[in-house]
């Protein structure tokens, strides 16, 4: 591993100091990778790197992930080490003479981080468009699986949602799925998908339904997971992994509840508008409102 830019008195104390406590050499072996591998991508030593720099490391690993470069627990790991170096430093702070200044700027990544490892299964962004794409002829499909992969919502959830169960908002269009206590905000591109396909489904209690008009089960999601990734050319992957890159997404765009989702505009619609009413649930709006990930109406 290239160490060039290790200075030498990590090389030669710190580092020796700090990995005499591991008993397993393919542990020391990861921690020193990770270590060379930070300061190599910011071109600093641990201890002169800053918070900016940690930033900068944390946003590489997070479009390494994306690519699929890394499997999405990866990063975790790798702040988990780094941080495990940075605090030894920090509380031995003084016998080695490092400058008041220096933080452990690696521990406010690790609650982000734990949640994104939550999600570790999921799939790769260039496969999502594979799988949209072998679905866009398939109207009530697509529909289904944008609404798992930009609403997070469960195959469950799907199978039991109802027309009446999504509303539009002032701050936005929300679905309360059966069993949640809370709304779930549904993005704008979205609900462009959404409100093509209510405009063309016919009359049925459940907002999806099989080819008898009733409700569909789990069972018929499984299936069209199947269905669909063949088509695409893509692993099996499942209905779970697509909720799951929905969460892993917003956790890496770093969605917080004091986002605001942008207003919806006045359009012809076929789910029920609640003017000059704000749904009262905060939590989720910002979260699909994230720029860097939208989905198109198929044509």
Known sequence: MDSRCVSEKTKTILWPDFAAHFKSAASRASYWSDLCEFTRLTGKDITEAGAADV??????????TKRGELQPGTPAKKFRELHSFADFLCRERERYGLPD????????????????EKYARVIPVEDVDKLLKAAEEDRMAYTILVLMYRAGLSSTEICALCPEDIGV????????????????????????????????????????????????????????MKKYTALAG???YSSQMLRNTCAYNLFSYEATPGQVAAQMGITDTHVKRYRKLAYKE???????????IRVEKPL
Request: proline share 7%; net charge positive; aromatic share 14%.
């Open 55 to 64: 930033q900068r490391y944390y946003g590489i690993m997070t479009e390494k």
């Open 234 to 236: 893509i692993p099996g």
């Open 282 to 292: 905060e939590l989720s709006r910002a979260a699909g409102s994230l720029v860097k």
């Open 101 to 116: 200044t220096f933080q452990d700027n690696f521990y406010p990544y690790l609650p982000r981080l734990a949640r994104q």
């Open 169 to 224: 908002y002032e701050n936005g269009t929300f679905a309360v799925p059966e069993g949640r206590q809370a709304g779930v905000y549904v993005p704008d591109d979205a609900l462009a998908v959404l409100e093509s396909y209510m405009g063309q489904r016919e009359e049925r209690p459940t907002l999806f339904y099989n080819r008898r008009g009733g409700p569909l089960n789990t069972m018929y999601i499984s299936r069209m």
